[in-house]
């Protein structure tokens, strides 16, 4: 299962968010050949921001279907 994946606010890259952070990654761009040196992305292990709105499991205004009954 791949994690969801959200736009880093500093390189504007698609970047996967695991446990509310974007992940590790390297800048837009390539690194000069004769460089060693692993360098990532300011925007690394940045707290990402909450989604607007929370996934639910049913539609709470979508009406109940035909054979359901009410539990208490």
Do not use: K, N
């Amino acid at each position: 299962m791949s994690s969801p994946r959200r736009t880093c606010p500093v390189c504007s890259r698609e970047i996967a968010v695991v446990g509310g952070r974007y992940a590790r990654h390297d800048p837009p761009g390539r690194r000069p050949a004769f460089s060693y040196e692993l360098v990532s992305c300011p925007g690394s292990r940045r707290s990402a921001p909450l989604l607007s709105t929370e996934p639910r499991l049913f539609d709470p205004e979508q009406p109940p279907m035909d054979g359901q009954q009410q539990l208490f």
